[in-house]
């Protein structure tokens, strides 16, 4: 296979997770395979191409940006880069429904926050913390209130 191919059978399985975790029920064995399985057949990847390809790029490194970008120079370090995104974005995905589910969050206000999520990562995360931190804020004033 080409690493073109490793690349579309990671960003797939990724999507069909992440198409799971906001369109299907929170079934336990959905949950735990959003949550581990998947994140960790990536992670399991990631660790492969890391252990492979990392050590062999001329003037790689994390010590600055330049150095960075030579380490994601080639194909199979560029799709570990990839496949990392992937699975710690999914992971955090994953946490974020927990946790949402757990805050009694509609499933239509999760939706938009995982799919900023799927999209931008941090982006999602920001977006939900500060959701959970006004929920908790307006049920402690509620309580106060009562």
Same mark, same amino acid.
């Given at each position: 296979m080409?690493?073109e191919?490793?690349f $579309? *059978? %990671?960003?797939?399985? =990724?999507a069909?997770g992440w ?5 299907l029920?929170r079934?336990t064995w /959905?949950?735990?395979t959003?949550?581990y399985?998947?994140?960790?057949a990536l992670?399991?990847?990631y660790t492969a191409?890391?252990?492979?390809h ?9 010590? $600055? *940006? %330049?150095q960075?970008? =030579?380490l994601?120079s080639t194909?199979?370090?560029?799709l570990a880069?990839?496949?990392?995104y /992937?699975?710690?974005?999914?992971f955090?995905?994953?946490w974020?429904a ?5 805050l009694g969050?509609?499933?239509l206000?999760q939706?938009?926050?995982l799919?900023l999520?799927?999209?931008?990562g ?6 939900f913390?500060?959701?959970?931190a006004?929920?908790i804020?307006?049920?402690?004033t509620?309580?106060?209130t009562?």
């Amino acid at each position: 296979m080409t690493w073109e191919h490793w690349f $579309s *059978l %990671a960003s797939t399985a =990724a999507a069909a997770g992440w198409a799971a975790l906001i369109l299907l029920p929170r079934w336990t064995w /959905l949950r735990l395979t959003l949550r581990y399985a998947l994140p960790g057949a990536l992670a399991t990847a990631y660790t492969a191409l890391v252990m492979v390809h990392f050590f062999h790029v001329e003037g790689g490194g994390f010590n $600055s *940006l %330049a150095q960075v970008k =030579a380490l994601l120079s080639t194909e199979p370090t560029l799709l570990a880069g990839w496949v990392h995104y /992937l699975a710690f974005d999914l992971f955090v995905g994953g946490w974020i429904a927990e946790r949402a589910d757990a805050l009694g969050l509609s499933r239509l206000l999760q939706a938009p926050i995982l799919v900023l999520t799927f999209l931008f990562g941090p982006v999602g995360y920001l977006v939900f913390i500060a959701t959970e931190a006004a929920l908790i804020s307006s049920r402690m004033t509620q309580e106060v209130t009562s």
